[in-house]
């Protein structure tokens, strides 16, 4: 199984980025989707996460600002990010926990991609 990940870049403090990561490999079914980031310095922390029935959850530093959504069909997680702050810019990872075609679960993280925000 692998994740790719995609969509990060340097943008303007109040501009908005779409990130992107794929599931691919020995799936049969998703369970938890979710984001995750990691600033210069700190701890990775918990972004976003979408349950396998659309049930989403934000932390509080995102909630409002952006949107996780999921599509089934292409094992694909988004992340929609909009007034973005300085304080975004972080590496994001996406993360999935899944069941392969042998049925076993594991958790499995995409590579991070580059989220800048500066004017």
């Known amino acids: 199984v692998q994740l790719q990940a995609s969509g990060g870049g340097l943008v303007q403090p109040g501009g908005s980025l779409r990130l992107y990561c794929a599931a691919s490999g020995s799936i049969l079914w998703i369970d938890f989707m979710g984001w995750y980031r990691q600033a210069p310095g700190k701890q990775r922390e918990w972004v976003a996460s979408i349950a396998s029935g659309g049930n989403t959850n934000y932390s509080v530093p995102v909630k409002g600002r952006f949107t996780i959504s999921r599509d089934n069909a292409k094992n694909t997680v988004y992340l929609q990010m909009n007034s973005l702050k300085p304080e975004d810019t972080a590496a994001y990872y996406c993360?999935?926990?899944?069941?392969?075609?042998?049925?076993?679960?594991?958790?499995?993280w995409g590579q991070g991609t580059l989220v800048t925000v500066s004017s």
């Open positions: 993360n999935v926990h899944l069941r392969d075609i042998w049925h076993r679960e594991n958790d499995y």
